[in-house]
């Protein structure tokens, strides 16, 4: 069935270096990557997202790439600030009707 | 611009009694979602609603029930609420389908005892 693994649970790094997220997906079908951000007490938003066709996408501190043979995505973040402790999900798409939820990871920059 | 909104933002239930969640959105979206978040668990859909008319089971339908009532609004009801659905429920809409950025409220707390 439909499965997204996502790695690490949790991440701790010092305020300025770079952080990286992975997710494998199991259906080979999948098109779209989105990657959400989770504060406490809201809902997660969308930070970035990618689509089959491309193999990374760059938004100023936030990368996301994508190796289709691998099934694999990873999003990047450079020089990281205390205001991206979140909680990060990363999803793909499962025929055109669902995403599937990685189980998130849980960042904390430290300054 | 309100995106989506959830009702209510915490519940306490007593097992066995029934509850419906509300949701609406605001951004003439095709697509509507009811997820669960657990802890260690991610987002785990409970249904969705492709189109008005329209609803389909996720990977955890059991003991819910949805109602899309029309293109702004997407229901979810528990009819008999046990412990083992205490969580906190997540709606989402998106333009067309899951291809495309899915919007997210602010989530209802709920607990069953």
């Given at each position: 069935?439909e499965?997204?693994?996502?790695h690490?649970?949790?991440?701790s ?11 494998t ?11 959400y951000?989770q504060?406490?007490?809201k ?7 990618i689509?089959s ?10 990368a996301?790439?994508?190796n289709?043979?691998?099934?694999h995505f ?6 990281t600030?205390p ?29 | 611009?309100?995106?989506?909104t959830?009702?209510p ?5 007593k097992?066995?009694?029934?509850m ?7 951004m003439?979206h095709n ?9 260690g668990?991610?987002?785990?859909l409970?249904y ?6 329209t ?5 955890v339908?059991n ?22 659905q205490?969580?906190v429920y ?5 333009p ?6 899915q919007?997210?409220?602010?989530g209802?707390?709920l607990?069953?005892?």
């Open positions: 069935g499965n997204v693994e996502q690490p649970s949790t991440l790094v010092q305020e300025g270096d770079s952080a990286v997220i992975k997710c997906y199991s259906d080979s079908a999948s098109n779209y990557f989105p990657w951000k504060e406490l007490g809902g997660p938003q969308l930070i970035i997202d689509r066709n491309v193999g990374e996408k760059k938004d100023q501190r936030i996301v790439t994508l289709k043979t691998a099934k990873s999003l990047h973040i450079t020089e600030q205001e991206d402790s979140a909680v990060y999900f990363c999803a793909a798409s499962f025929k055109t009707d669902k995403l599937i939820f990685g189980t998130g990871t849980r960042l904390q920059v430290f300054p | 611009n309100a995106g989506v959830q009702t933002k915490f519940q306490v239930l097992t066995g009694q029934s419906t969640l509300q949701c609406a959105q605001d003439n697509s509507m979602y009811w997820y669960r978040q657990d802890p668990m991610g987002l785990r409970i969705y609603s492709a189109s008005e008319g609803t389909d089971k996720g990977e339908p003991g819910y029930n949805v109602s899309r009532l029309n293109k702004r609004e997407f229901s979810l009801r528990l009819e008999s609420a046990a412990p083992s205490t969580s997540f709606c989402a809409s998106s067309r389908n899951s291809n495309q950025p919007h997210f409220g602010d209802t707390r607990s069953i005892l």
